[in-house]
């Protein structure tokens, strides 16, 4: 053995294994004998954050999110429950069983109890001579309602967005009469939209219909929708 060893010295090459054996053994030493302690952990949790180079952290500001007005339409008769299950049984029984067309309903603004009754007969013909005083009666109780929400000194466009929310197995004509009905009152409160004025539309309060739910996406869609709705404020 000792002849190779002096054999490679004399040809100018060193012997590698022993050297790797020491790192192998210190490397070893290091991983069973060192121990992290929670404090080296925490360090930079106790660091000053005011002090350096690096500006000062600025106060978070809360954003407040925009505060809406709901018009809630949903069938007429429909009783406050706790389930969606209860809900879709009353939908069951109350609506689906006839499949046509519901004939009363209810509106409602936002967390307001107080309703107003929308008969689809007399909405939906022409020549009834009740038509246009129902309209009236409807767009009387909406501007009502509006104008307890109202904001004091407010621009339009700053006022509470008007969403309007009906069930989705209703007439459509509802939602078009409270959509005309909060249009009407910005009217009257000097928020005119000129098809010609570009920017009298951007700066008119919001007025929009919900989105529309995905539908098939449950056998009880429908009771889901009604729970949802009777718990807009």
Request: net charge negative.
């Amino acid at each position: 053995m000792s002849s190779d060893s002096d054999h490679a010295i004399e040809k100018g090459r060193i012997d590698l294994v022993p050297m790797i054996d020491c790192i192998m053994l210190l490397l070893l030493f290091f991983m069973l004998t060192t121990k992290f302690t929670s404090e080296e952990k925490s360090i930079s949790s106790i660091l000053p954050t005011n002090k350096g180079n690096s500006p000062p952290a600025k106060p978070t500001q809360v954003v407040e999110p925009p505060q809406t007005i709901q018009v809630v339409i949903t069938p007429a008769g429909l009783p406050m429950m706790h389930t969606e299950r209860e809900y879709q049984i009353w939908y069951d029984h109350n609506v689906a069983v006839g499949q046509g067309i519901i004939p009363t309903a209810e509106l409602r603004m936002g967390g307001n109890p107080t309703t107003i009754t929308l008969e689809n007969r007399t909405l939906s013909q022409r020549d009834n001579p009740n038509l246009e005083g129902e309209v009236e009666n409807i767009h009387a109780f909406i501007h009502a309602a509006l104008k307890r929400y109202e904001i004091p000194g407010k621009p339009r466009k700053e006022q509470s967005e008007i969403v309007v929310s009906c069930f989705s197995a209703l007439s459509w004509r509802y939602a078009l009469i409270a959509y005309d009905a909060a249009r009407s009152y910005e009217a009257k409160q000097g928020g005119l939209i000129d098809a010609m004025d570009p920017n009298s539309l951007t700066n008119a309060r919001a007025v929009s219909f919900a989105p529309p739910r995905v539908r098939n996406e449950s056998v009880k869609e429908m009771g889901a929708e009604l729970f949802e709705l009777h718990r807009l404020k």
